[in-house]
C-alpha cells in the first residue's frame, strides 16, 4: 500500500474556464484533462500524437458522465511536437486565434532518460522539449494568460531536480552526456523557470507552480532499454512497482496546484503528494534562473519580445511569419 500519496479534494468548478494541458493523450496529463473536464472545464489536449489524443478524447467522453445536473466541459486537441519550435509556435498561434481566455496551462509533456538524440532545432532532447519547449509555449500565451486573471501555471518537475545541475557553458551536454545527468538538468531547468517566472509575475494575477508527480507507472520510463541495457526497463519497474502510483495518484499534485483554494495565493512553492515540497539547493538559487530564463530566451529567440508588456488581445510578433 503506497504511503504519502495525497489527494485533491478541492470542490472548485471550472465552468467557463479554459485549460491547456501538454502531453494529455496518456498518463498523468490525460487524467489531468479528464479532471478538468468532469468540473466543467474547455481543455485543450495539446498533444504530439493525435491519434493517441483522439483515443484519449473518446475514453474520457465515454466514462465521464454529468452529475448532480452539473456538465461536464469540451475537449479540442491542437498538435504540438515539443521538438519543433515551429510546431510550438503553430500550435500557440493556433489556440490564441481560437481562445479569448487561458485560465490554466499545465506543461505536464515530458521526455525522460532518453539516448543522446537532439531537437529540430540542435538542442539535447531532453532539455529541449521538457525546458525550452515549455519555456517557449508558455511566453507565448502568457499575454492572453494575463488577460485571463486570475490563472495559473502548473510546471510539472521531478524530485529528479535535486541531483541535477545547469550546465550553462555546455546546455546540450555534448562534453558529458548521460541519460540521466540530462533529465535532471532539465527537471531543475521546470523549477528555476518556474521560480523565475513567479517572479516576474507577482502581483499580477496568475500563480506558477512546480511539482514532483511522484514515480508514476507511465509510458515515460520507455526508452529505459535503449538508454541503457535491454531488459533494465522490466528490472526497474519490478524495483520500483511497490512504490509506482497509478496515473489516477500521480496526477493529483498537478490538479491540487491548478485548482485548490489552499494554494490560491501561493506562488513560486514546489510540490509533492499535495503539499510543498523542499526544493534543492540549486533550485533555490535567483542568480541561476534568471541567468537560464535569459539564456533560454536567446535560444528560442523571444529575448527582443517582452511577454509581460505584450498585448494580450493580439499575436506575438514572432508568430507573424511561421
Known amino acids: 500500500m503506497m504511503i504519502g500519496v495525497g489527494k485533491c479534494i478541492s470542490k472548485t468548478r471550472l465552468d467557463g474556464k479554459t485549460a491547456v494541458v501538454t502531453g494529455s493523450n496518456t498518463g498523468i496529463g ?10 466543467g472545464a474547455r481543455v485543450i489536449l495539446a498533444c504530439r500524437d493525435l491519434e493517441k489524443a483522439e483515443k484519449a478524447v473518446k475514453e474520457i467522453k465515454d466514462t465521464v458522465k454529468p452529475e448532480d445536473d452539473q456538465s461536464v466541459g469540451e475537449l479540442i486537441i491542437k498538435k504540438l511536437d515539443l521538438t519543433s519550435f ?33 531537437t529540430e532545432d540542435g538542442f539535447e532532447l531532453q532539455f529541449g522539449v521538457n525546458h525550452l519547449g515549455h519555456f ?9 494568460i494575463l488577460n485571463s486573471t486570475p490563472a495559473r501555471i502548473v510546471n510539472v518537475s521531478s524530485l529528479a531536480h535535486k541531483f541535477g545541475s ?44 512546480s511539482l514532483h508527480p511522484g514515480i508514476v507507472r507511465t509510458e515515460l520510463g520507455r526508452h529505459l532499454n ?15 512497482y511497490p512504490f509506482e ?10 490538479i491540487y496546484c491548478a485548482i485548490s483554494e489552499d494554494v490560491a495565493e501561493e506562488t513560486g ?15 533555490r538559487n535567483p542568480e541561476h534562473a534568471k541567468k537560464l ?26 508568430l507573424e511569419n511561421i
Open 30 to 39: 490525460k487524467i489531468t484533462a479528464r479532471e478538468f473536464y468532469k468540473i
Open 226 to 240: 535503449k538508454s541503457f541495457i535491454p531488459g533494465i526497463r522490466y528490472v526497474v519497474r519490478c524495483v520500483l
Open 86 to 118: 515551429k510546431s510550438i509556435k503553430q500550435c500557440a498561434e493556433d489556440i490564441l486565434l481560437s481562445e479569448s481566455r487561458i485560465n490554466i496551462l499545465v506543461n505536464n509533456a515530458g521526455i525522460m532518460m532518453c539516448p543522446k538524440g537532439k
Open 293 to 318: 530564463w535569459d539564456e533560454s530566451a536567446k535560444l528560442v529567440e523571444l529575448d527582443d519580445w517582452d511577454p509581460f508588456t505584450a498585448p494580450g488581445d493580439k499575436l506575438p510578433p514572432i
Open 136 to 144: 517557449l509555449f508558455t511566453n507565448l500565451l502568457l499575454p492572453r
Open 269 to 283: 512553492y514546489y510540490y509533492r503528494d499535495c503539499k510543498k515540497g523542499t526544493k534543492s539547493r540549486s533550485a
Open 245 to 254: 502510483k497509478t496515473p489516477e495518484q500521480g496526477a493529483q499534485t498537478t
Open 166 to 209: 545547469i550546465h550553462f557553458d555546455d546546455l546540450n551536454m555534448e562534453k558529458c552526456y548521460t541519460p540521466i545527468g540530462a533529465y535532471a538538468q532539465s527537471k531543475l531547468a521546470n523549477v528555476l523557470f518556474s521560480n523565475e517566472l513567479a517572479e516576474r509575475l507577482e502581483n499580477r494575477g496568475v500563480n506558477v507552480y
